[in-house]
């Protein structure tokens, strides 16, 4: 089994402590999930970046939707969840599933690119 605590990648060297533990948590979990560390790492770190913000300004992290890469696709997930809620084959499905919770419960989508870089922040309707 992986750890990107032992592999420790430059990106993470010199990212704040709590936001790097974040990622280390989203990284094995995604391990655990089927991804391999190449796709793990920037999913991660995207995540536990974005967390880290949602701490910052008082949100909860969890409201966030994001779509990600995945093995079998697509995923979409909350920000720190420890499995995908669903798994598409196309993107654009993933993409139409995360809008729909997100205007059902007022929340921000993220999308990221093939890498797990974000792409795309889409505020919830009706702003929050």
Not at 110 to 116: F, K, N, R, S, W
Request: charged share 25%; net charge neutral; proline share 5%.
């Amino acid at each position: 089994m992986s750890s990107v605590e032992a592999y420790n990648p430059p990106t993470m060297q010199y990212m704040d402590t709590q936001v790097r533990d974040k990622a280390f948590d989203i990284f094995n979990a995604l391990l655990d999930e089927g991804y391999d560390d190449a796709q793990a790492i920037p999913i991660a770190i995207a995540q536990a970046k974005k967390w880290a913000q949602g701490h910052r300004h008082g949100q909860d992290s969890q409201q966030c939707v994001h779509v990600v890469p995945h093995p079998d696709g697509w995923a979409v997930r909350r920000a720190n969840a420890q499995k995908s809620n669903f798994i598409f084959k196309r993107m654009s499905d993933a993409k139409t599933k995360a809008l729909e919770i997100g205007k059902r419960e007022q929340v921000g989508i993220v999308l990221h690119d093939e890498y797990g870089e974000v792409q795309q922040h889409i505020r919830p309707v009706g702003g929050r």
